[in-house]
């Protein structure tokens, strides 16, 4: 990585911190640095799961842009700065599943789920201020049927709460995948080879 590129993961995920830092096997001198870009994440009236999705990931890079460049040093203004924006929605039929508000709406969610297939869609940005590219992945996701008391326990265990569609594949939750089809680093919050594919364009990689 260019000494003079500085790549900023505007993200709290500790998920997506360590898939990124995953893509830097190849370069010794690859680094970068996590901050919290908040936005507002609601869905606007008529506006499509991928739209949706996409708009999020964009919104996140472009507010950890501005986030770095307020507390940027005069040193790191004269770097070429790059922040990647990424976002995670469950659709089940027409319906966009976040992360649960509270116990009781990832139990509704998790007795949705059960059973069923549903997507994880997950999108990526990558903004340097002027272009932004963007890669949206979708992945097909089949759950075993789930009765109230394993969807209770697993409530109790506090892993759904942060999670988009109330589960984590990498963890507990794994155990209620029956199959995917499409990435799994994209279901767990950052496709890896579209992001390695973003990081390459813009020759970080
Ligand atoms: C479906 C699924 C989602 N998730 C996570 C990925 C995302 O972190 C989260 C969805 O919420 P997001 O709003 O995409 O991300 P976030 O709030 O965790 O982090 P950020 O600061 O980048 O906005 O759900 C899993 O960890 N495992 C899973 O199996």
């Not at 924006?85 to 116990?103: C, F, M």
């Not at 990558?126 to 409530?155: H, N």
Request: glycine share 8%; proline share 2%; with cysteine.
């Amino acid at each position: 990585m260019a000494n003079s590129t500085q790549l900023i993961l505007a993200s709290s995920s500790p998920r997506r911190k360590e898939l990124l830092a995953q893509l830097g096997f190849s370069r010794a001198d690859f680094n970068f640095t996590a901050l919290a870009a908040d936005i507002d994440e609601n869905h606007q009236f008529g506006e499509s799961p991928k739209d949706f999705v996409v708009r999020l990931a964009v919104e996140k890079a472009q507010a950890g842009l501005v986030l770095f460049n307020a507390s940027a040093s005069v040193e790191s203004e004269l770097s070429t700065v790059l922040v990647l924006g990424s976002d995670t929605i469950v659709v089940l039929g027409d319906k966009i599943l976040g992360k649960p508000v509270d116990e009781t709406d990832a139990l509704k969610t998790l007795s949705e789920l059960s059973g069923h297939m549903h997507w994880v869609m997950t999108a990526v940005a990558i903004t340097d201020g002027e272009k932004i590219l963007t890669r949206l992945v979708e992945t097909q996701v089949q759950f075993c049927e789930l009765s109230e008391a394993d969807i209770l326990a697993y409530i109790a265990t506090g892993e759904p709460m942060d999670k988009a569609g109330s589960y984590g594949i990498q963890a507990l939750g794994g155990s209620f995948v029956e199959r995917i089809e499409g990435s799994y680093s994209a279901v767990v919050g950052l496709p890896m080879v579209e992001t390695r594919e973003l990081l390459r364009e813009m020759n970080v990689l």
